[in-house]
């Protein structure tokens, strides 16, 4: 009798085990899904955060350009002369305007920055496309995104050189 009492345990005991084991296989499934679908959210926000990083460049860019167009002399130069104090003037101005702190949980690094402004006439109309010729590295954890030559295209009523 007693050995029929250790048998029924065992049965039992195995039962409880296989139940045991299958309901974990279950849950790391589970998690393993639930895991997944946290770190594809992350790089999504990763990715979304990286453009904000990437038009808050190119904001400053036009900004930059803008103001420092509006504050050259309306003297008659000739364009190359222009051309290089306005490039001047455009980098002194988005290196105070470049601020990444506003940018937190990832790393931000600035490679060469180099600036050059292309302008671009036809008979209609008149574009001015900016150039800003640096490199951009975003990292946050694993994750990075690389920018590179930022650009902007602005149309004007007077051709850059010459008073309006």
Not at 12 to 30: S, T
Not at 46 to 72: G, I, N, R
Request: glycine share 4%; proline share 2%; hydrophobic share 40%.
């Amino acid at each position: 009798m007693f050995k029929r009492g250790q048998i029924t345990i065992f049965i039992i005991l195995g039962i409880v085990i296989l139940i045991a084991v299958v309901f974990g296989i279950m849950m790391r499934k589970e998690i393993v899904k639930a895991v997944s679908s946290s770190e594809e959210k992350n790089a999504i926000s990763f990715s979304e955060q990286s453009q904000q990083v990437k038009e808050h460049v190119v904001d400053c860019l036009e900004e930059s350009f803008k103001k420092a167009k509006d504050s050259m002399p309306p003297a008659n130069i000739a364009p190359e002369e222009y051309n290089d104090a306005l490039v001047r003037a455009t980098k002194e101005r988005m290196l105070t305007c470049l601020n990444f702190r506003q940018f937190s949980g990832f790393e931000i690094t600035e490679k060469s920055k180099d600036m050059a402004i292309e302008i671009i006439r036809n008979t209609k109309l008149t574009s001015t496309k900016v150039i800003s010729q640096f490199e951009l590295l975003i990292t946050q954890g694993e994750s990075n995104q690389r920018f590179k030559d930022f650009e902007v295209s602005l149309s004007n009523s007077a051709p850059v050189g010459e008073v309006a």
